[in-house]
């Protein structure tokens, strides 16, 4: 069956703009999780979402949002792009609700994001 | 809350080499522990995870971990690394109940060479 499918794969903005990247996970999951991952921070969790409702959400600032459709394919915006901002933008999937419910996260191969 | 040390940034080993990749945490709760690989210009793949019983666990691909809870440590080992195996690593853990916020490590850059 397909895999966790991100796109755009590569983006570049400008700072100021705004950006929404989309993740459609593996078919009949239904957690859709986001990270952050820099050299400098390494892996950071955004937000998941489960049945359309954010269940988790980490500790960035409001510029972060997300939602996820009914189908379960989920959305990303971050507004107001800083050059910090620049990162790879992670999506993974699953059956349940995060891994404490005895569920493997599936990854996508990420959206690399540059803000100049 | 959880924090976790991956104490190499990165491990340079010969083909054929055992390796061990080192991983310690920190949580004032029972925790889930896992690895996951990500090979370059790719996301994550789950390596192999520690949910409760056996605390030596393995992968298909010959990686194995052994669950410590008295040093709270979790370290992957491999006895012979492959060419294939370079690749980053990264060492992860969630509370085991309620609402979970994973923490993964800063990952560590497993190098083989010929």
């Known amino acids: 069956k397909a895999g966790v499918t991100q796109t755009p794969r590569y983006l570049i903005k400008t700072r100021g703009q705004q950006v929404t990247l989309s993740c459609s996970p593996i078919?009949?999951?239904?957690?859709v999780s986001w990270y952050q991952q820099t050299p400098g921070q390494g892996l950071q969790f955004l937000f998941e979402?489960?049945?359309?409702?954010?269940?988790n959400k980490g500790n960035f600032p409001g510029r972060f949002s997300g939602r996820q459709f009914s189908n379960s394919r989920s959305e990303m915006n971050v507004s107001t792009l800083e050059l910090g901002d620049s990162a790879l933008y992670l999506c993974?999937?699953?059956?349940?609700?995060?891994?404490?419910?005895?569920?493997?996260?599936?990854f996508g191969q990420g959206t690399r994001l540059t803000v100049v | 809350a959880q924090s976790v040390t991956q104490l190499d940034s990165q491990v340079p080993v010969f083909e054929e080499a055992p390796v061990e990749l080192r991983c310690n945490y920190s949580s004032s709760v029972s925790v889930y522990l896992f690895w996951y690989v990500q090979y370059p210009n790719q996301g994550l793949q789950l390596l192999l995870k520690?949910?409760?019983?056996?605390?030596l666990v393995e992968s298909i691909n010959g990686f194995e971990a052994e669950f410590n809870k008295s040093q709270t440590s979790f370290h992957l080992r491999k006895p012979s690394v492959h060419i294939s195996d370079t690749a980053e690593y990264f060492c992860a853990v969630s509370a085991s109940g309620g609402s979970y916020i994973p923490t993964f490590g800063r990952g560590t850059s497993l190098i083989v060479h010929p």
């Open positions: 993974a999937s699953s059956l349940g609700a995060g891994m404490s419910m005895n569920t493997e996260a599936f």
């Open positions: 078919s009949g999951h239904r957690s």
């Open positions: 979402y489960f049945s359309e409702t954010q269940r």
């Open positions: 520690y949910l409760s019983g056996s605390t």
